[in-house]
């Protein structure tokens, strides 16, 4: 890939040719600044043109059969189902659809995207899950809203950042210690010198599919923190773009 071409990462996973899944990456827009150079996200700051011209440019590049379902993502655990276009983002974490070509989307610059799909390729959905939606429970009301049995998905986890620089306060450890119910929790939180965790989304994530009756999990072991050239991350940057995960059925 050169340093202008739009780029993404594919899942490796046992699922029907037909369900595509695309994660972009950072590089290929005209984006500038902050936001260099493919932001998908129109509520950061970057120029509302620039935006328009990264979305199309990422359509036409992955050969995407229509526009995405863009959210208005609260990092909450709302779930809605993809039924055709709509004038306004839906406010939801995550999109879910059951026909060819609808385009689920969600973006991120840190947090962790879940695609799943179903093994006999009927269906897909994809999630937001930061460690807001991961507690409030986006991974499990999106495999409630795919409506097949959890033990018939498959799912894969995209770009996030790593549980080494994810850092967070022990209210948070706490939070999920105590609402996630969830054996091993503990685990993903790693103490370090200045008192505070590592925490390990990737860890979390596998822990609540898990539970939830998920057995084929794939993906995991990016971290967007780390890896400025090819990923947007908030928590380095603060000011910055957002990549989109997007998966829809052939």
């Excluded at 989304?201 to 898990?210: E, F, I, P």
């Amino acid at each position: 890939m050169t340093a202008t071409a739009i780029g993404w990462i594919a899942p490796d996973w046992p699922v029907p040719e037909h369900v595509r899944v695309v994660s972009s990456l950072r590089a290929g827009g005209v984006s500038e600044g902050s936001y260099a150079s493919l932001n998908l996200a129109a509520h950061v700051g970057d120029r509302a043109d620039a935006v328009a011209a990264n979305r199309r440019l990422l359509v036409a590049a992955a050969h995407l059969p229509a526009e995405p379902l863009w959210l208005e993502q609260v990092h909450g655990s709302d779930v809605v189902r993809h039924a055709g276009s709509t004038s306004t983002p839906p406010r939801a974490d995550a999109a879910v659809a059951f026909e060819p070509d609808r385009v689920c989307a969600v973006m991120t610059a840190d947090c962790l995207p879940v695609v799943f799909a179903d093994a006999g390729g009927t269906c897909v959905g994809v999630s937001h899950a930061g460690w807001r939606g991961l507690l409030g429970g986006v991974l499990q009301a999106t495999i409630a809203a795919l409506a097949v049995a959890p033990s018939d998905l498959h799912a894969w986890l995209g770009p996030a950042i790593g549980p080494a620089a994810f850092e967070v306060g022990p209210e948070v450890r706490e939070a999920y210690l105590a609402n996630l119910a969830v054996p091993d929790t503990g685990s993903c939180f790693v103490l370090n010198r200045r008192g505070r965790y590592l925490a390990d989304l990737y860890g979390l994530a596998r822990l609540v599919l898990a539970q939830a009756g998920v057995g084929s999990i794939h993906g995991g072991g990016w971290c967007t923190h780390d890896d400025a050239g090819r990923f947007y991350s908030f928590r380095r940057d603060g000011i910055t773009g957002r990549m989109a995960t997007l998966a829809w059925l052939a």
